[in-house]
């Protein structure tokens, strides 16, 4: 399809609502509100391959090598059919296909920065007069793309400030964190491309992923490489569909079988809950004390229903003694482990737990703490962290909105903004051009500023005329985004 049509309908006339005589418009995108208690500010991740993606390969491909008479036919026939015959017109699409390139300037904040909220992340304005309609016409592509890897990669950092905390206080493997979060997101998300870019914001913070797309988006758009870096990595483990083939009477022969002869070595996760997770913990694992203890490698119980806090470190209140006691605490019963200096308990090597259903942040912080209370190191567990985490939010979590700022009419300059009486302030925009500084280590606004001064500060150039400028890896990405973290922990 025409990239050009990746918009909202009621963008493809705006170019004649602008008063005559516009020759330049300039915008920003910024997080306006939070609607998670605790978190002010908001990762800045997938610009870049917004750029790469859409403005440099999709416009390339599906619009200026593809001939002008029939892009111009297919948008006119497209344009009448959807809104009527109107006089959106068709000479400036002939005029930008003409010039070859997506006339435009993208200032943007470091990827993988914490922005607070009411700052913008990037701006950006036309640098050619006659295509001041293109500014704006790019918010909705802009929006659909880049709000969903930022509201992931916030959540994920959030998940990683926890855990980090408490394999500080607890653990004497605190480096284990980085796959102590999992992504297990990716049937749950709205499509393949926001699976993948969901779990790219993962990725900023962990290294463990069932999302594989994405080991090739951070190659093909971040300059990664799986052959000298971790990416995102995961393990062998099944399914119920596999304990189920095997038969409830036959469970512990599958577990055999699976830790002996399938994966005599290395990591294996089972799901232990098809039938009786406690049958598992108090009978088949005390069966296979010996071949689990005899493997070159870890055995992973999965426990996947149930309340995750209550099954992970115990019920007070349960019924019977398994479920008072919890996952960690019996498999310390059956298999032992260490103190560490810290004075907390760490399961044999050979031995551990992860629990991947509806992890949430409370959850998250309910299970190390619970851990913690009972003597346990927070390492004991992994996290799988899916969809609940990372589908449940909306553009309108963080706020995010692409807002014109400054315009140019007739040769004079315009400093524009929208304040509407009946909002709470949250829509009410900044004002003129902008420049970010950094001032105590946080990103500021300072608005109503001049060009020259909007030269200044913080954000740099990504992109100008159909050029990449800022071609960053995931590396420094990553690197960006864990200074922050050590700042906080």
């Known amino acids: 399809m025409n990239p050009l049509l990746y918009t909202d309908g009621y963008k493809v006339d705006h170019r004649r609502q602008y008063p005559d005589e516009t020759t330049l418009v300039y915008s920003n995108w910024t997080p306006r509100k939070s609607r998670i208690e605790g978190i002010n500010e908001v990762v800045f991740f997938g610009l870049q391959y917004f750029i790469k993606r859409y403005l440099i390969q999709e416009f390339q491909e599906n619009f200026f090598d593809q001939p002008k008479a029939e892009i ?9 059919n959807y809104l009527g015959e109107n006089k959106v017109g068709i000479k400036h699409i002939e005029d930008l296909h003409d010039l070859g390139y997506i006339p435009m300037v993208i200032k943007a904040l470091p990827e993988g920065v914490s922005v607070p909220i009411r700052v913008p992340m990037f701006t950006m304005y036309n640098t050619l007069p006659q295509f001041f309609w ?21 959540l994920a950092k959030q998940y990683r400030i926890i855990l980090d905390k408490y394999a500080k206080e607890t653990s004497s493997i605190p480096e284990f964190v980085d ?48 052959e000298t870096e971790l990416i995102g990595g995961s393990v062998a483990a099944t399914e119920h569909s596999v304990m189920c083939m095997g038969t409830n009477l036959g469970e512990q022969e599958t577990f055999k079988r699976l830790i002996t002869a399938v994966y005599p070595a290395g990591i294996v996760s089972i799901v232990s809950d098809t039938w009786n997770l406690w049958t598992v913990l108090t009978k088949y694992l005390p069966n296979l004390k010996e071949e689990v203890l005899a493997r070159d490698g870890k055995v992973v119980i999965r426990p996947d229903s149930g309340d995750p806090v209550d099954i ?7 019924k019977t003694i398994e479920e008072k006691k919890g996952v960690i605490e019996l498999l310390w019963e059956i298999f032992g482990g260490a103190t560490n200096s810290k004075g907390f308990k760490e399961l044999d090597s050979h031995i551990g737990a992860i629990y991947g259903d509806s992890i ?31 589908q449940y939010n909306t553009r309108d979590t963080f706020g995010f909105a692409m807002k014109a700022t400054y315009g140019e009419v007739a040769g004079e300059g315009r400093e524009i903004y929208k304040d509407p009486i009946t909002d709470d302030g949250t829509k009410k925009s900044a004002k003129g051009l902008m420049k970010i500084v950094k001032e105590n280590g946080k990103y500021k606004l300072i608005d109503q500023v001049s060009w020259e001064e909007e030269k200044e500060g913080e954000l740099r150039e990504v992109y100008r005329d159909g050029k990449l400028l800022v071609d960053d890896s995931l590396s420094e990405i990553r690197a960006r985004l864990k200074s922050e973290i050590n700042e906080t922990n």
Request: charged residues 15%.
């Open 360 to 390: 949430t942040l409370n959850r998250a912080t309910q299970i190390c703490e619970r851990l913690k209370a009972k003597g346990f190191a927070s390492t004991n567990v992994v996290l799988g962290i899916g969809s609940f985490t990372y």
């Open 312 to 318: 992970i470190c115990g019920n007070p209140t349960g």
């Open 179 to 226: 796959w102590q979060g999992h992504d297990f997101s990716m049937r749950g998300m709205a499509g393949l491309e926001a699976a993948t870019m969901s779990s790219a914001g993962h990725l900023l913070s962990f290294t463990g992923t069932d999302t594989i797309p994405t080991v090739d988006f951070f190659e093909d758009y971040y300059n990664a490489n799986s």
């Open 134 to 154: 293109l500014t704006n016409y790019f918010e909705t592509l802009l929006s659909t793309t880049v709000w969903l890897p930022c509201n992931s990669a916030t």
């Open 72 to 80: 111009c036919a297919k948008y006119s026939r497209r344009i009448n």
